[in-house]
């Protein structure tokens, strides 16, 4: 198996672009959750899915974040428009469904907000 | 408020020697705790699993003990490499089926 998919794997842009990064998670799985990673905040979780619906997306910033799972092989987070803050490092990982469940994670999306 | 807290400082140990991490967690009640490994620009990889039932549990050179009244886990790597530096996070569930807390992360050095 390839392990989670994400893409793309480093992004740079100005402030007021859109942004969207993309995740395939593993075959099988289930769950699906976005994370960024600051050195300041640490790793937090933005939201998750499961089966597809949006379960909690309690740790979504503001209303300049939203994302979408149209299938079980694919998921996007999108921002817009960007921040300088936003910049940080996104990581994406998958798991099955039910507690204590491992989650498998991306090699994540290193992202600068210029 | 939930907390969840590691080390905050670098642990720098020699090869050879058990390194203990520490994650202390307060409003929490956890029914199982997992720990992962992180490498300098990658993702986190799992390590180990233990559950509120269970006290310790084992894993080739490492150990994790899981203390639900001091509300603690201790992470240990006996006979430490230069190959285990990283940082290690702690994560709680986060009672919502399969949701997860991460702790900040302790970075581990060990020194040939």
């Known amino acids: 198996d390839a392990g989670v998919i994400q893409s793309p794997r480093h992004e740079v842009t100005e402030m007021g672009q859109e942004v969207t990064l993309r995740c395939k998670p593993i075959s099988g799985h289930n769950s699906l959750f976005w994370y960024r990673q600051t050195m300041m905040r640490g790793l937090e979780l933005l939201i998750y899915?499961?089966?597809?619906?949006?379960?909690?997306d309690s740790g979504m910033p503001e209303d300049r974040f939203s994302a979408k799972m149209p299938n079980a092989s694919f998921s996007t987070l999108k921002i817009q428009p960007s921040e300088p803050r936003d910049s940080a490092v996104y990581f994406c990982?998958?798991?099955?469904?039910?507690?204590?469940?491992?989650?498998?994670f991306g090699p994540g999306t290193r992202l600068l907000v210029l | 408020s939930q907390k969840i807290e590691q080390n905050s400082e670098a642990l720098n140990i020699q090869e050879g020697k058990t390194a203990t991490l520490t994650c202390n967690y307060t409003?929490?009640?956890?029914?199982?705790l997992q720990w992962y490994r992180q490498d300098p620009g990658r993702g986190p990889v799992f390590l180990l699993l233990?559950?509120?039932?269970?006290k310790e549990k084992r894993k080739e050179r490492l150990k994790v003990t899981f203390d639900t009244t001091l509300k603690q886990s201790l992470f240990h790597i006996t006979a430490s490499q230069p190959a285990d530096s990283a940082t290690y996070l702690c994560a709680l569930d986060g009672n919502q089926g399969g949701k997860l807390i991460f702790g900040q992360g302790t970075e581990l050095s060990v020194k040939p």
């Open positions: 990982a998958s798991s099955s469904t039910g507690p204590g469940e491992t989650q498998y």
């Open positions: 899915f499961n089966n597809n619906v949006p379960i909690d």
């Open positions: 409003n929490y009640s956890p029914a199982y």
């Open positions: 233990i559950r509120e039932n269970e």
